[in-house]
């Protein structure tokens, strides 16, 4: 089992900017690729960015990308979402999620509880 833990959400006007971070615990050794998904009311939950544990590859979705920059941390088994210029439209609950598999999906494996992101206009 992997748990997976966000912090560094909150509230920001828009133009600014806000780090989010997941720590993995358990049997890390099994996780192939980290990534974040967000959810905003009344919305289906969507890809935002992903991250092979090696941190050789990254993915984004096409709304972040330029803005948002994915990380990992091996020593310390977190990957973080610094998130740049910020629109309103990127409220939303933002979820880690850790799979033993190449990629992310609805489906992966391993989800956090979810990090409230709100963005001011």
């Excluded at 358990?26 to 919305?43: E, L």
């Excluded at 439209?89 to 992966?108: H, K, M």
Aim: net charge positive; with cysteine.
């Amino acid at each position: 089992q992997v748990q997976v833990v966000e912090s560094g959400g909150g509230l920001v006007q828009a133009g600014g900017s806000l780090r989010l971070s997941c720590a993995a615990s358990g049997r890390t050794s099994s996780v192939y690729t980290m990534g974040w998904f967000r959810q905003a009311p009344g919305k289906e939950r969507e890809f935002v960015a992903a991250i092979t544990w090696r941190g050789d590859n990254t993915y984004y979705a096409d709304s972040v990308k330029g803005r948002f920059t994915i990380s990992m941390d091996n020593a310390k088994n977190t990957v973080a979402l610094q998130m740049n210029r910020l629109k309103p439209e990127d409220t939303a609950v933002y979820y880690c999620v850790a799979d033993r598999r190449f990629g992310v999906n609805l489906q992966s494996d391993y989800w956090g509880q979810g990090t409230q992101v709100t963005v001011s206009s």
